[in-house]
């Protein structure tokens, strides 16, 4: 059988050398074309030369309708507004869209939504690792066993000093699973700032604190604090590589699917 071919946007960020390295080790899919914003120095360079990766012969460009013509996939750590317009273009062409990019807004989300309806097959995360997928599950069964009237919630992230989004996509989609356990709107639950006179800590709450500096990758734990005990759910990421790897697991999955909106869990086979 033939390899996926896979379009990566970004191609020259972190991120986006990450994905063309893991690409080339692994099996089954292949870099079909590169990436970059109009203006990037990175235009016109080899993708894995960029990456690391040895010569690709994929030259990073700046045509996006081209780079998806023939495509099979498309791999998007990027922008919100942008991953917006990307996954149109998917729908149109009936291509999977695996989705990092994070700090998506309810208009984004429907958006994305609706080109799943549309002939996409999306998959979305707010973050791609396969440990920190499952963390969410452990954390909406603990939720859900431990409930408000015994333990309070609590989630801590930290990243690098260049990320621009607070929560972070994880500490949401985290955030997300203790409130679907809880049985409760993370919206409405949520506490995201605390400062000055505050008062006694609200019952029932799921409260985010973040912290950003250095070169963290990422960094995230759940606190359920009981009366005389507590429990801490952590995941530590150390190599960037491992939502690369999980975004190829994603894309490989996806390309088997009907159109639609999937998640890591659906991948992992751990969907409610």
């Known amino acids: 059988m033939d390899a996926m071919k896979l379009v990566i946007v970004g191609a020259a960020g ?88 994070t700090g998506l807004g309810p208009a984004n989300e429907a958006a994305i939504g609706e080109a799943a309806r549309g002939g996409a097959r999306v998959v979305k995360s707010g973050n791609m690792s396969l440990g920190v997928n499952l963390l969410a599950v452990l954390v909406e069964q603990a939720a859900r066993a431990l409930g408000p009237d015994l333990f309070d919630i609590e989630i801590l992230e930290m990243h690098h000093r260049h990320k621009v989004d607070a929560p972070s996509g994880t500490a949401l989609l985290l955030g997300e699973a203790a409130a679907t356990g809880r049985g409760v709107d993370l919206s409405e639950a949520s506490v995201r700032v605390r400062d000055g006179h505050t008062g006694a800590r609200e019952a029932g709450t799921i409260g985010f604190a973040t912290l950003r500096g250095g070169s963290v990758i990422g960094e995230h734990s759940v606190v359920l604090a009981g009366e005389g005990e507590r429990i801490e759910l952590v995941h530590r990421a150390e190599d960037r590589a491992i939502f690369a790897r999980g975004a190829v697991r994603a894309a490989l999955w996806a390309n088997a699917q009907a159109p639609g909106l999937y998640s890591m869990r659906d991948v992992l086979g751990l969907a409610r």
Request: charged fraction near 20%; aromatic fraction near 2%; glycine fraction near 14%.
């Open 14 to 101: 972190r991120m986006g050398r990450t994905l063309v390295r893991v690409v080339a080790e692994t099996p089954g899919v292949r870099v079909s074309a590169a990436v970059e914003r109009t203006g990037s120095i990175a235009l016109g360079s080899d993708c894995g030369e960029l990456a690391g990766a040895g010569h690709a012969g994929i030259t990073i460009t700046e045509d996006l309708d081209a780079a998806l013509a023939g495509a099979d996939g498309v791999i998007d750590f990027t922008a919100p507004a942008f991953s917006v317009a990307l996954a149109a273009l998917a729908a149109r062409r009936g291509l999977v869209h695996v989705i990092g990019t």
